[in-house]
């Protein structure tokens, strides 16, 4: 028994995926019937209908057209491009009964060839002497667009193969002409019956040097450099993702108002502001947290961001110097010599004691945040970025506030939902052994920008940290 009942090419305009169809439907037991789901046609511009599927019932159900493929006779597939139907998507790519073909291009290629399509008309060639030619203006957005769109298809192909223990059969455009590469590619698809030559019904268009095709080639060459291709200007990123915490969120009883609480920032003093509607709601679960968004429309949800020296402050004044992380305090000092004296002892460690352990604490926290240690990235000190990231799985904030404007923020927010007679925010004065202001040193600054990058790059935070009217 074969392993696969259909295939999917996923590939782009442009890309050959026309040839590539041509030289599968010369194979006997293989049948391409084009882009089956394209928004506009079934399979091909001039049909009405495909396997008696007409585009009207596609678009009503496109499973039904889907099951005729696999009940057809022999293997049946079809190309599928980013923008066709967006319902199969992920149903396909987690399939295993269906074989994935990647076809890819030079996406600079594949633009110019695309455009220069769009100004002619032509989108196939059989005959050279019916060949148009073009020539077109290249628009560095418009590519970066382009470029933009390819590369979020294939990587969510990508990572859905990843995830489900599959694999693709990858072919680029060069590969079309080489007969034991489609031949490789045949008999993955468990076709016993070898490609004995390509397809002779199409002629490649365009044949001419990129610098005849594009009138501003310089403009383009000039364009291209800036890009980066590699990725290089990437902020390293190896926290593990993290989950919503829906259970820390709390609403106000009296209020729309709903706290996403980042942990290490004012969670305290936010959640007394928001008690002053009436109270406090929480413990929340998904199922729940969705019933009372139903029970309280136009409500309003926010979080709240906090410069990340203050918030590492934070969290190595509340759980490392207390010892409330007992374990981690213990394993901090045994393997990353943080100078702290034991629990009893930390009331008398002088200012520059303080910032001695501080200093080596922000510097854990660096290669902790690049999964270089064996301690848990615990959610005190994760990136607030990372966090965000997590809370959006569930529902986005409306606000993301700043603890420097926190008073104005939460007025604002307040006043949206129909509540211009808030309660006053007033900031807890937090216990610390010394002000945030008398512990920061540049050398502190650097390092906390150092561990906390995608904060900085993300939020916009200030390098140097200045003491805040809010802040911790």
Wanted: aromatic letters at 10%.
């Amino acid at each position: 028994m074969s392993r696969f009942d259909s295939f999917v090419i996923f590939a782009e305009m442009r890309t050959g995926s026309n040839l590539l169809e041509a030289s599968l439907n010369a194979v006997q037991g293989l049948t391409c019937h084009g882009e089956a789901f394209n928004p506009k046609f079934p399979g091909y511009p001039d049909r009405k209908e495909l396997l008696g599927v007409s585009l009207d019932d596609r678009v009503a159900d496109p499973w039904r057209l889907l099951a005729r493929m696999r009940a057809a006779d022999g293997l049946n597939g079809f190309r599928f491009f980013h923008d066709h139907e967006p319902r199969l998507v992920d149903e396909l790519i987690a399939d295993r009964r269906c074989a994935k073909v990647v076809l890819t291009r030079n996406p600079a290629e594949s633009f110019v060839s695309l455009q220069i399509a769009r100004q002619t008309g032509q989108w196939k060639l059989r005959d050279a002497k019916h060949l148009k030619t073009g020539q077109i203006d290249f628009d560095a957005a418009e590519f970066e667009d382009h470029l933009d769109q390819l590369q979020a298809f294939q990587l969510r192909i990508q990572h859905g193969l990843q995830i489900t223990g599959q694999t693709a059969f990858w072919v680029d455009y060069e590969d079309l002409q080489d007969v034991a590469v489609l031949d490789g590619l045949v008999r993955f698809l468990g076709i016993e019956a070898g490609v004995e030559k390509l397809a002779d019904g199409l002629v490649k268009q365009n044949p001419e040097p990129m610098e005849a095709k594009v009138a501003n080639f310089p403009a383009m060459e000039r364009a291209m450099a800036r890009l980066d291709r590699f990725n290089l200007s990437r902020t390293p990123n190896f926290e593990p993702r993290r989950g919503p915490g829906v259970p820390q969120f709390v609403a106000a009883t009296g209020a729309p108002l709903l706290y996403m609480p980042i942990k290490g920032g004012p969670v305290r003093a936010v959640s007394d502001w928001l008690a002053g509607f009436g109270g406090l709601q929480g413990g929340f679960t998904q199922k729940t947290l969705r019933q009372w968004q139903k029970e309280h429309p136009g409500h309003r949800s926010f979080t709240v961001l906090s410069h990340p020296v203050a918030r590492a402050h934070a969290a190595f004044c509340e759980h490392v110097l207390t010892g409330d992380y007992a374990e981690i305090r213990e394993q901090l000092i045994r393997h990353y010599k943080l100078p702290l004296p034991p629990v009893a002892g930390v009331g008398e460690m002088t200012l520059d004691e303080h910032r001695a352990a501080f200093l080596a604490f922000v510097r854990f926290l660096k290669a902790n945040l690049a999964g270089q240690t064996a301690i848990r990235i615990d959610g005190t000190w994760a990136s607030q970025t990372a966090v965000l990231q997590g809370q959006a799985q569930f529902c986005f904030p409306d606000l993301v506030a700043r603890d420097e404007t926190l008073a104005q923020d939460l007025a604002m927010i307040a006043e949206r939902v129909g509540l211009p007679a808030a309660p006053r925010f007033r900031a807890t004065p937090p216990e610390r052994p010394f002000a945030l202001a008398e512990v920061v040193t540049p050398e502190i600054e650097a390092a906390v920008a150092e561990a906390y990058q995608r904060d900085y790059q993300g939020f916009g935070f200030a390098e140097r940290y200045a003491p805040r009217v809010a802040a911790l």
